[in-house]
């Protein structure tokens, strides 16, 4: 497998917004690097069904995101077989998105800026760089502050705005936390169940997810 780490001025990629500002939201203005996308219950898409993803970028271009909850059974010596400082590891690749399955990224907690990376939350950045993630492989930085990536999602300008729009996602404010959540397969259904919650909340009314259709009364 040929892999090569992929370089934000070479896609095109935006952003975009809710109701419920406190918890989640669905307004293209509360969209930005650092939010978390969660797909609804009833998503159609089947490459973002049931998915968590992390702005990692958002230019006047589009925006860029990695899919943080779909971790694979892989682990990250087999994919990255010509680095040596991957040898020994055994934790598992994730996959970012459907784009470019053979381009490498990672998210790397750390106190302070690793070389040439970009910041995603304040503790939080995106490594797209071949010498920072050796690095950080070689000083033995384990699964609960790294997380490597194939493949990315991606949207061109408006494209993700449009999608929330129509209803296609619900926004959250991200967390280091969240990324590397120890249970990164039930992330989805706890944040998905947090806005089932906020609308009861707010509204007073039975959760969406037990509505059902009631007989006609004659």
């Known amino acids: 497998m040929t892999l090569r780490l992929w370089c934000p001025l070479a ?27 969660v797909a609804p219950r009833d998503s159609s ?8 993803i992390l702005i990692v970028h958002q230019d006047g271009d589009g925006a860029v995101g990695l899919i ?13 077989e ?5 040898k020994n590891r055994k934790d598992p690749i994730y996959v970012g998105g459907p784009v470019e399955l053979t381009a490498v990224l990672a998210l790397l907690r750390s106190s302070v800026k690793p070389g040439n ?7 939080l950045y995106i490594v797209h760089s071949k010498e920072v993630l050796e690095k ?20 061109a300008a408006g494209q993700l705005e449009r999608e929330v729009r129509r209803g296609g996602w619900f926004i959250f404010q991200g967390k280091a936390g969240q990324v590397f959540d120890a249970d990164p397969d039930s992330l989805w259904s706890r944040l998905v169940a947090r806005t089932e919650q906020q609308w009861v909340r707010n509204f007073g009314i039975p959760n969406p997810a037990e509505w059902r259709f009631a007989p006609v009364l004659r």
């Open 136 to 155: 950080s492989l070689a000083a033995g930085t384990g699964a609960s502050n790294l997380h490597i990536f194939l493949g990315y999602s991606g949207w």
């Open 45 to 52: 898409d089947p490459n973002f069904a049931e998915t968590v």
């Open 11 to 37: 896609l095109a990629v935006v952003f975009g917004g809710g109701p419920f500002a406190a918890a989640q939201s669905t307004r293209v203005e509360d969209l930005g690097v650092g939010k978390l996308l």
């Open 82 to 86: 010509t680095v040596p400082a991957a």
């Open 68 to 80: 943080v909850n779909r971790r694979t059974s892989v682990p990250v010596s087999r994919v990255l």
């Open 117 to 123: 990376s970009d910041a995603v939350l304040p503790d």
